[in-house]
């Protein structure tokens, strides 16, 4: 939830705004930051010690003043200084713009450096970026602090103080254009690796999608659920995922007021879902999966994300409820078909480990006779009763290995060339030919016959091994694993010119992989 993963490039390329049909003429930096000031010095409320005692003057000024601060167009054109110093370095640009269109917007630059292969324009109170000619990124050389806080306030007090309503549907325009120019500019730092900043531009766009005055002024039609999505994206990039949280959650509310506009709808789950996993939150990784499949009509991508989620919490049954509802929504799918296969092979494993304790305890009754701590008729009873609890384990354990297979087979019947599932069934006979020869150990020594019998079954269920195993290693030659696995199985039946072989083999990969480590 690492989504863990998100491909942005194109699409984020595609959101660039390009308004460079009507080139504007940038007043100075400097001049915008003085205006700027005498904005700010005729905000603040005249003192009589201004006026040197003159309480007519100051009288007069005061009475000036409060006409001001009261009038809706003050605040517009403070609202619009601060936008203009946000915007002055990008204004009219995006990201890929030739240096060529920007020469002649912009003109040339007061001077050129370089930094490795990108070359920077310095402008006055501003920098353009560019590599292989192309706009990568834009900066001022002179931030200001609570440039963006001082731009809101603004808009804000001129729509509050404007009785006539007049002022309303100006702001809204101002507003869109910071909107689109924060989510550029988050674009920009994306793609320059400067996550933070990134979050940080997106989070004031959305700041401005959310302001009550903007209610029914997206003249664009950007829908603001998309906008939640990759914010939170450039939050998982930031790693900042309780942010993720936020703008998810947004996304998912969104949504289910608008069904109609309803962005990533699985999504929004399947990656509020991981973030929690990230957080270690696993009961609200599982109730947001959950709420996904409501919200979803069982979505078989939830539904094998929530096979997932109890595969890591160790509950193999739950795991294959949704994993076969995700086989019903597809069939065909032979990795699933493969999954549900890997679930009753472990059903067998534990059958399995539990012949092993068995095993484990009869092993310390026969360590206990032999320190006379046990009689021998006391073992043998013991002996008996635990072959006879290890026999019956059989039964269940083969119908899983049966119903892997069949799985297993279902897969390549699928995809002929599938390895995992090649590897699996080889896997199967060799695991059960291991367990037959370590349960052995409980038969009485004085019966021969029967031991014999066994080890030649074992040696059966490795011949079987053996064609899947070696199929898989034509899959994939270099696996390693595979190679041991088989050269046990020819040591088992008798095969030592395959033994010498392969181990031959292994070394020749084991030691060019390690002459590509550097």
């Known amino acids: 939830m690492k989504i863990k ?45 201004d ?27 403070r609202g619009e200084a601060f936008k203009n110093v946000e915007m002055y370095a990008g204004d009219n640009l995006g990201l890929g ?37 192309k706009l990568k990124k834009w900066g001022l050389t002179e931030p200001m602090d609570g440039a963006f ?9 001129s729509v509050e103080k404007d009785a006539k309503g007049k002022m309303k549907s100006k702001v809204q325009k101002s507003l869109v254009l910071a909107r689109n120019y924060y989510r550029n500019e988050g674009i920009m730092f994306y793609f320059d ?31 603001i659920g998309e906008q939640y999505y990759y914010a939170a994206a450039f939050a998982e990039a930031a790693t900042d995922p309780e942010k993720s949280v936020i ?18 709808p699985v999504k929004a789950y399947r990656f509020l879902a991981n973030t929690y996993k990230t957080l270690e939150k696993r009961d609200l990784q599982e109730k947001t999966l959950l709420d996904g499949l409501v919200a979803n009509g069982d979505d078989k991508d939830l539904m094998i994300d929530m096979t997932q989620y109890y595969l890591d919490s160790q509950n193999s049954e739950k795991a294959l409820e949704f994993l076969k509802r995700a086989l019903e929504k597809d069939p065909n799918n032979y990795v699933y078909i493969f999954v549900k296969g890997t ?25 206990l006779r032999r320190e006379n701590k046990m009689t021998k008729d006391e073992f043998t009873k013991l002996r008996d009763a635990k072959t006879l609890e290890a026999n019956a384990l059989w039964v269940p354990a083969d119908q899983n290995m049966d119903l892997a297979i069949t799985d297993y087979n279902a897969s390549l019947a699928i995809e002929p060339d599938y390895f995992n599932a090649k590897y699996n069934i080889g896997a199967v006979y060799y695991n059960k030919a291991a367990q037959i020869i370590k349960m052995a150990e409980l038969i009485p020594t004085t019966d021969v016959k029967k031991y014999d019998e066994q080890m030649n079954i074992s040696k059966e269920l490795f011949e079987k091994a053996r064609p899947f195993l070696e199929e898989a290693s034509v899959i994939e030659p270099n696996n390693v694993s595979t ?26 990969i084991e030691n060019s992989n390690s002459g590509q480590i550097k």
């Open 343 to 367: 679930l009753y092979d472990s059903f067998k494993q534990l059958e399995y480990n539990k012949m092993d304790l068995i095993r484990q305890e009869v092993s310390k009754a026969d360590s």
């Open 5 to 49: 993963n998100f491909v942005l490039v194109a699409v984020l390329l595609a959101f660039q705004v390009s308004l460079m049909a009507q080139p504007t003429v940038q007043k100075p930096f400097a001049s915008i930051k003085g205006a700027l000031d005498k904005i700010e010095a005729s905000k603040k409320e005249p003192q009589l010690s």
């Open 193 to 223: 690796k400067q996550f933070d900043k990134a979050l940080k531009a997106y989070e004031q766009a959305l700041y401005i999608f959310e302001m009550p005055i903007m209610a029914g002024s997206d003249t664009l039609g950007y829908n």
């Open 149 to 157: 806080a001082n731009m809101v306030e603004s808009y804000n007090n």
């Open 97 to 133: 713009v030739s240096s060529a269109s920007v020469g002649i917007l912009r003109g040339n630059p007061k001077t050129k450096t370089t930094e490795g292969s990108v070359e920077i324009w310095n402008y006055e109170g501003y920098f353009l970026a560019f590599e292989e000619a």
């Open 247 to 264: 703008f998810y959650s947004k996304l998912i509310e969104y949504n289910k007021a608008n069904p109609t506009r309803a962005y990533e």
């Open 483 to 508: 190679l041991q696995t088989l050269s046990t199985i020819y040591a088992k039946l008798g095969m030592y010119d395959k033994v010498k072989e392969l181990k031959a083999r292994i070394t020749e």
């Open 51 to 77: 006026f040197g005692g003159n309480e007519k003057k100051f009288l007069k000024a005061k009475d000036k003043h409060a006409e001001q601060i009261a009038d809706p167009s003050f605040w517009f054109e």
